[in-house]
């Protein structure tokens, strides 16, 4: 049975930079699609970015050019580099990964405000 955990979400100031890990566990971590998911107050949780066990990637439009999205497999960790952070970008940021079920993590918040 999968397990994940997020870490190194936090609050930074518009314009600002922040790298979130997911560390996976319990599963043939390199033989698996992974992504990001994210969802703000109010809001439905989206998907934010994908990476195939190859390393093609896929990102929602209002991402595109500022986050990406890479995996070590020898690390068994899955990243997400946010740069030119906005405001709405604020939300809590989920790592995911279908197995025979669902499995997510418990979520990382990240806060964009001056």
């Known amino acids: 049975q999968g397990q994940l955990v997020e870490s190194g979400g936090g609050l930074v100031q518009p314009g600002g930079s922040l790298r979130l890990s997911c560390a996976a566990s319990?599963?043939?971590?390199?033989?698996?699609?992974m992504s990001w998911h994210r969802q703000a107050p109010g809001k439905e949780r989206e998907l934010v970015a994908s990476?195939?066990?190859?390393?093609?990637?896929n990102y929602v439009d209002s991402v595109k050019g500022r986050f990406t999205i890479s995996r070590d497999n020898a690390k068994n960790t899955v990243y997400l580099q946010m740069n030119t952070l906005k405001p709405e970008d604020t939300a809590v940021y989920y790592c995911y990964v279908r197995l025979f079920g669902r499995i997510w993590g418990p979520g990382t918040q990240v806060t964009v405000s001056s």
């Open positions: 319990g599963f043939t971590f390199r033989n698996y699609d």
């Open positions: 990476i195939t066990p190859g390393g093609k990637t």
